[in-house]
């Protein structure tokens, strides 16, 4: 039996020492999408952050020539900061020290073979604090340059403009991002509003069902892929000109 792994020329995965010897030096980023294993409501794997990191990776790779630059995929880190949802089955995670630690490793590693810089372009909330902590260190203590590009910040604007405010976690977007690039993997029928059970103005949750019934927020029925897949289109291009105007600015 063959079992068939879809590497593109771009992705590190795919190629031998040989390559890399020559790729990594010679790429302007390295991209390391960064994901999580938690569940995400009854109606999605919890995968789905990985999924997003994957998907939306290969997006931002495949339109860099356009902008005349050239990037190296770095296999997607699945597992993330989740301790937050671990009251749900299915979910893991790494402490914040290990995360941390595992990103400036992976970067390490890449400063030895001559990257120049890493973009960490992560799909999950729970990893912005230990993902700026080790860009900090990876630019301090290993000199490779690092550009942290959280997605959805880049959509944000467009996102509540059609969704509303609670278009986060297995809601309205995510929802609609899986039903786009892995439509097989949403339980259509588990679809439903998501039940809020608190809304905190000043106390940080303790866990994720402190303010959820279902896991989730927002309203998944409200989920449009078409209006992601342009979404998508817009998003990888304002990531793509931050980062060409940000290498620009480089002494």
Same mark, same amino acid.
């Given at each position: 039996m063959?079992?068939?792994?879809?590497?593109?020329?771009?992705?590190?995965?795919?190629?031998?020492?040989?390559?890399?010897?020559?790729?990594?030096?010679?790429?302007?980023?390295?991209?390391?999408p #960064?994901?999580?294993?938690?569940?995400?409501?009854? @109606?999605?794997?919890?995968?789905?952050?990985?999924?997003?990191?994957?998907?939306?990776?290969?997006?931002?790779?495949?339109?860099?020539?356009?902008?005349?630059?050239?990037?190296?995929r770095?296999?997607t880190?699945?597992?993330?900061?989740?301790?937050?949802?671990?009251?749900?089955? &299915?979910?893991?995670?790494?402490?914040?020290e #290990?995360?941390? /630690?595992v990103?400036?490793?992976?970067?390490?590693?890449?400063?030895? @073979?001559?990257?120049? /810089?890493?973009?960490?372009?992560?799909? @999950?909330?729970?990893?912005?604090?230990?993902?700026?902590l080790?860009?900090?260190?990876?630019?301090?203590?290993?000199?490779?340059?690092?550009?942290?590009?959280?997605?959805?910040?880049?959509?944000?604007?467009?996102?509540?403009?059609?969704?509303?405010?609670?278009?986060?976690?297995?809601?309205? @977007?995510?929802?609609?991002?899986?039903?786009?690039?892995?439509?097989?993997?949403?339980?259509?029928?588990?679809?439903?509003?998501? #039940?809020?059970k608190?809304?905190?103005?000043?106390?940080?949750?303790?866990?994720?069902?402190?303010?959820?019934?279902?896991?989730?927020?927002?309203?998944?029925?409200?989920?449009?892929?078409?209006?992601?897949?342009?979404?998508?289109?817009e998003?990888t291009?304002?990531?793509?000109?931050?980062?060409?105007?940000?290498?620009?600015?480089? &002494?």
């Amino acid at each position: 039996m063959t079992v068939r792994l879809d590497y593109d020329s771009f992705d590190l995965g795919g190629m031998t020492w040989e390559d890399a010897e020559e790729a990594i030096p010679d790429a302007d980023f390295l991209v390391l999408p #960064t994901g999580s294993v938690e569940q995400h409501s009854v @109606h999605l794997p919890v995968t789905v952050d990985t999924l997003r990191a994957e998907t939306l990776s290969r997006e931002l790779i495949e339109a860099a020539p356009e902008c005349d630059l050239s990037m190296v995929r770095l296999p997607t880190l699945p597992y993330g900061y989740s301790e937050h949802h671990m009251n749900y089955a &299915g979910t893991i995670t790494l402490s914040g020290e #290990t995360y941390q /630690r595992v990103i400036v490793e992976i970067a390490q590693s890449m400063a030895e @073979h001559g990257a120049k /810089r890493l973009v960490l372009l992560n799909c @999950h909330g729970g990893n912005r604090s230990p993902l700026k902590l080790a860009g900090d260190r990876i630019q301090r203590d290993h000199g490779v340059k690092v550009f942290f590009v959280h997605w959805t910040d880049f959509a944000r604007d467009r996102l509540k403009e059609r969704f509303g405010e609670e278009w986060g976690h297995a809601g309205d @977007h995510e929802t609609s991002v899986i039903e786009l690039f892995c439509p097989d993997l949403v339980k259509t029928d588990k679809k439903e509003p998501q #039940t809020r059970k608190a809304r905190f103005e000043a106390r940080q949750y303790t866990y994720f069902d402190d303010i959820t019934e279902q896991g989730g927020l927002g309203d998944p029925t409200a989920s449009d892929a078409e209006f992601l897949e342009e979404i998508v289109a817009e998003t990888t291009e304002k990531i793509l000109s931050a980062l060409q105007a940000d290498m620009e600015q480089e &002494g």
